[in-house]
């Protein structure tokens, strides 16, 4: 079994042959279940294909962050490297937009403030 952080101080041509390798072992695996091969190697079949989502898993992860060091300056970021939150929150006003106020409102506060009065207690 691989581990994730063993895959991660790799670099991507030895994730990618290690990959290519994986995918010919789980082949060779599928071929002898259905010959009616050996418990163990039927067995094995489910590792194999973890190994492989690890694999791809750190592939993508490696990528993903090589993409965003290339964008670190730019004007725009691209959707998938964009901080995800909630649907709601990213359709949400934003502070400025909430504060704002129209030119009536502003009209209003200025020439009728809120009246203070001074309560006995």
């Known amino acids: 079994m691989v581990k ?4 991660r101080g790799k670099t991507k041509e030895e994730l990618l042959t290690q990959l290519t ?3 010919k072992e789980l082949a060779e695996l599928k071929v002898a279940k259905v010959t009616g091969g050996a418990a163990s190697k039927i067995a094995k079949i489910k590792s194999v294909r973890k190994n492989i989502a690890r694999i791809l898993t750190v592939h993508n992860q490696q990528q993903k962050e090589s993409i965003r060091k290339a964008s ?17 929150i990213r359709r949400a006003l934003s502070k400025a937009q909430k504060d704002g106020k ?8 200025t020439h009728f403030p809120q009246r203070v009065y001074a309560v006995k207690a």
């Open 21 to 23: 390798e994986n995918r």
């Open 102 to 109: 129209t030119l009536r409102a502003q009209k209003k506060a």
């Open 4 to 7: 994730a952080y063993e895959l």
């Open 72 to 88: 670190a300056g730019a004007k725009y970021v691209s959707k998938d490297l964009r901080v995800k939150q909630t649907r709601a």
